[in-house]
């Protein structure tokens, strides 16, 4: 297999830098509620007004609807990366098998398997594997992998839905393989 770069991270639900996205969103939700509840305390003691003392008490609430906003529509962006990193993956996984196919004129059914498990281990579903063209040196031979990828998507502020894509990878390269 070729060398370990950013192909071969995985960007999961349960990663490290999601979590702490979401973390951090939700401590400066908390910090902005806290600074407006506070400023509401000052305003009350400071200003028998009443007028001034309702104002002041919608800005907590405007502020967490807003915050409630803020965090949907960060968690979709992050969400429309989901499909693209794994798109990315299966592009990386499949260009190895391609390389294979240059050499061998061919893939063997134990490299069939591997990639059916890197693609497996990617998130991807109903794999389907093919390898057509001629196995003399200089002939075309083309790779075309088939896979449904299923990932949960953001469809209302609080609903979320299961998502189906399909991932299609055809190239067509040139055996190099010597026959002697």
């Not at 979401?22 to 007028?51: C, G, P």
């Not at 059914?109 to 498990?117: A, F, I, P, Q, V």
């Not at 953001?154 to 979320?160: A, E, K, P, Q, S």
């Amino acid at each position: 297999m070729l060398g370990k770069g950013f192909a071969n991270r995985k960007f999961k639900w349960e990663s490290p830098y999601l979590c702490l996205a979401v973390k951090s969103l939700i401590t400066f939700a908390v910090q902005i509620w806290i600074s407006a509840h506070i400023d509401l305390e000052r305003n009350y003691l400071r200003k028998n007004d009443m007028q001034r003392r309702m104002g002041g008490m919608e800005r907590p609430i405007i502020a967490g609807i807003i915050i409630v906003f803020l965090i949907a529509i960060a968690v979709g962006i992050i969400e429309y990366f989901v499909p693209l990193n794994a798109r990315f993956e299966m592009n990386s996984d499949c260009r190895k098998a391609l390389l294979l196919v240059e050499q061998q004129a061919g893939l063997t059914e134990e490299d069939k398997n591997k990639l059916r498990e890197d693609l497996a281990e990617d998130g991807f579903k109903n794999i389907v594997i093919t390898v057509t063209g001629g196995s003399a040196q200089g002939s075309k031979i083309t790779l075309r992998v088939e896979a449904d990828f299923e990932y949960p998507k953001l469809v209302d502020i609080f609903t979320r839905n299961m998502v189906l894509q399909k991932a299609i990878y055809e190239k067509t390269t040139t055996v190099r393989k010597v026959v002697n």
